[in-house]
């Protein structure tokens, strides 16, 4: 019975028996990986052990390991700073004098040239051997010994600088100054000299010493509106570099350092001072002996009479890029080019931005501002980049760009009015959060509901976010300003409307002068006929521009200044308020009061004003309704004199019954409130007669010569 039910052992299948085999080859196969492993790993072991090393050796071997470490991480580093420096190259570089351009102001006369220092460069082998010597003496006398960065002459400047307590040297290489000219502007930040530092090695990479000199002779700027030591042996002695001696020599040599502030035809004495110091260097570098200067201390150089010669050099600047734009691919490089530049009025936007710095920038903690002056027709008559063009050539009014504050309003209100608003219609003033982000007014309180004339002429913050926010959206902002002529890449934050985009000074200028022209964009020019010098003409703006075209309706327009024209007379512009004549505008102030604008107009012009500090460090409370617009007044009152004067779009008369009062109130506050009468502008031809002695010029010349008269019809025709 037992055995009848006796288990009988299960029989597996085919299938199961392979799939046991396989289990079985991966077990095995994985356990002697494993061991082969563990014998490989032990056998390294074994091997390395006969490398370690104790004792002192050890320290050696750590030291190394984190040397290595370091270099590596120090290499990446070094990559990750070096590309930013390394884009500047990819620019053409070479080529900046391709067009060779005498410039004309809107009068015709002659007011400077750009583009010809290359055409008649002298190569540094036919230059006299002093002239090298005493560039090299003041500038750089290891030239040839460094590779672009001289450490033993950083660490000499160092110690003289520690010795004087006072920065009496510089331990810039010839080769970095190079860098700085090509590539750079004068800003004197830490990324600039970081790489300044590696475009100096670059330039040592891929140029010989004799390039590189011959480079910065022929680009250095040298006072006066010349480039390059060929040039400026001509404007200042007449001569070619080739003639020069030993007194003149030095002088030039001088005026790399500084060649506003010692530039001889404007400080003769400080020239030949300068002059001095260059030869004393001379002898102390072995490169000439006392006895060999000895006559050119004792005969200082004279340069020629050249009177008061001033020129608009960042207006020039700007024109010569605008020429090299307009003329395009033209065989012939010599051009003429008639610009918009009205010198007096250069020189007065000069003078109140230098006048108010003077006066006020130290109590203000401002070092730097820029201007641009436009009539309402887009004509540009004044650029001021800066104060010094001698110092720094970097043009702040046409290449800085900087944040806007309140002075971005206008064009979220612009909008606003365009989509049937008034100034009347009533917005709330009140607390307001968009995500995150709650901004606040200038005064911390709020008014409940306001208008938005109102809300504009006091500069309220909450009313533009809210426009923003609830009834506008940012697109049609930004679309507005960039129709209106920005150029910058504007911001699509919602943190723009308040003026967190960064814009130059001849954005502003641009956009603003829509507002004054009657919602009219596309019209603003520096460069109204460009000719050969035989006489064809090349660019004629009146036919060879766009037409401008509308970007804001004329009611938009009428809202609009009928707005703008009460900041200047009740609102934050008071002291730009210009006597008897009805003008608009908008200030800005940004975060920490790095940056401070006012940008107004009349009926006649538009003019924008920066004022802040090149390494944007906070100023002490400078707001846009302080000193830019102090220094939009005083060019204003300048501008407006013996001109007639024109209406504001929308604004029936030009004039106010009296001058406002607030100003005066405001001196008892601030005496920087009042200033000096500005300098009295002369007569200047009414636009009617300056067109019609254009054109009269214009059918003078292109009227065919007589024809030969025999001797008895010339002697009847007498």
């Known amino acids: 019975m037992d055995d009848e039910f006796e288990a009988k052992p299960r029989r597996r299948g085919p299938k199961a028996t392979r799939l046991l085999a396989l289990d079985a080859w991966i077990d095995s196969t994985l356990y002697d990986a494993g061991f082969k492993l563990r014998q490989w790993w032990e056998n390294i072991t074994i091997f390395f052990r006969r490398f370690r090393v104790s004792g002192w050796r050890r320290g050696l071997v750590e030291l190394s390991s984190e040397a290595f470490t370091l270099g590596t991480v120090g290499l990446i580093l070094l990559l990750a700073l070096a590309v930013p420096a390394f884009k500047e190259t ?169 060649p506003a502030k010692y530039a001889p035809h404007v400080n003769l004495p400080a020239a030949r001072a300068r002059a001095n110091t260059v030869l004393s260097a001379m002898v102390e570098a072995g490169f000439m002996t006392e006895g060999q200067v000895i006559g050119a201390r004792r005969n200082p150089a004279t340069p020629i009479d050249r009177g008061a010669t001033q020129q608009a050099d960042y207006f020039l600047d700007w024109t010569f890029d605008e020429v090299k734009r307009l003329a395009g691919k033209q065989p012939v490089h010599t051009l003429i080019a008639r610009t918009t530049l009205d010198v007096n009025l250069q020189r007065a936007a000069e003078e109140s931005l230098e006048f108010n710095l003077r006066q006020y920038g130290k109590s203000y903690g401002v070092t730097q501002g820029s201007i641009v002056l436009m009539e309402n027709n887009g004509a540009v008559r004044a650029i001021v980049g800066g104060r010094d063009y001698g110092e720094s050539q970097f043009n702040r009014a046409t290449r800085a760009e900087r944040q806007t504050g309140s002075s971005f309003k206008p064009y979220v209100y612009a909008v606003a009015m365009e989509k049937g608003m008034t100034p009347d219609t009533t917005i709330s003033d009140a607390p307001i959060s968009w995500g995150n982000w709650s901004p606040k007014n200038y005064t911390r309180g709020y008014s409940g509901r306001i208008t938005l004339s109102t809300a504009l002429i006091k500069s309220i913050n909450t009313v533009p976010v809210r426009l923003a926010k609830e009834k506008l959206s940012i697109p049609p902002i930004k679309a507005m300003a960039e129709a209106m002529g920005v150029e910058s890449p504007v911001f699509s934050d919602k943190t723009m409307v308040l003026g967190t985009s960064s814009l130059t000074v001849m954005d502003q200028a641009t956009a603003y002068e829509v507002f004054a022209n009657g919602g009219l964009a596309g019209t603003r020019h520096g460069i109204t006929q460009i000719t050969t010098q035989a006489g064809d003409i090349v660019y004629d703006q009146s036919r060879d521009a766009p037409p401008p075209h509308r970007v804001l309706s004329e009611k938009a327009i009428r809202s609009m200044n009928s707005i703008m024209v009460q900041i200047p007379e009740i609102g934050t512009a008071r002291r730009a308020a210009l006597p008897g004549i009805r003008s608009a505008g908008k200030t800005g102030t940004t975060q920490a009061y790095k940056d401070a604008w006012y940008i107004g107009y009349t009926g ?98 292109e009227t065919p010569p007589l024809a030969p008269a025999k001797d008895s019809e010339t002697l009847s025709s007498l």
């Open 604 to 701: 006649n012009y538009t003019a924008a004003v920066w004022l802040g500090n090149d390494d944007s460090t906070p100023t002490k409370n400078m707001t846009g309704g302080s000193l830019p617009a102090m220094t939009w007044q005083r060019l204003m009152v300048y501008a407006h004199q013996n001109v007639e004067l024109k209406p504001i779009p929308g604004i029936d008369n030009p004039f106010v019954e009296k001058p406002p009062q607030p100003v005066a109130d405001a001196a008892k506050k601030d005496p920087a409130a009042t200033a000096e009468p500005a300098p009295e502008r002369p007569r200047v031809l009414g636009a009617a007669t300056s067109k019609f002695l254009l054109e009269l010029s214009r059918k003078l010349s």
């Open 90 to 258: 990819a620019k053409d570089w070479r080529s900046q004098a391709e067009y060779a351009v005498t410039f004309l102001d809107r009068y015709g006369n002659e007011v400077g040239q750009r583009g010809i220092l290359q055409l008649t460069s002298v190569p540094v082998d036919e230059m006299p051997d002093q002239v090298i010597k005493a560039v090299l003496a003041t500038e750089d006398r290891r030239f040839f010994e460094h590779y672009g960065i001289d450490f033993m002459g950083l660490m000499r400047a160092m110690s003289e600088n520690v010795r004087a307590n006072s920065v009496v040297q510089g331990g810039s290489t010839l080769t970095q100054q190079l860098a700085k000219n090509l590539f750079l502007s004068n800003e004197r930040t830490i990324s600039r000299k970081v790489k300044e530092a590696f475009l100096s090695v670059w330039l040592e990479m891929n140029l010989s010493k004799k390039e590189i000199l011959q480079l910065y002779l022929d680009r250095a700027y040298m006072g006066g509106g010349t480039f390059g030591i060929t040039a400026a042996a001509q404007f200042y002695f007449g001569k070619s570099v080739q003639d020069l001696s030993l007194a003149e020599a030095a002088m030039l040599a001088g005026l790399f350092k500084a």
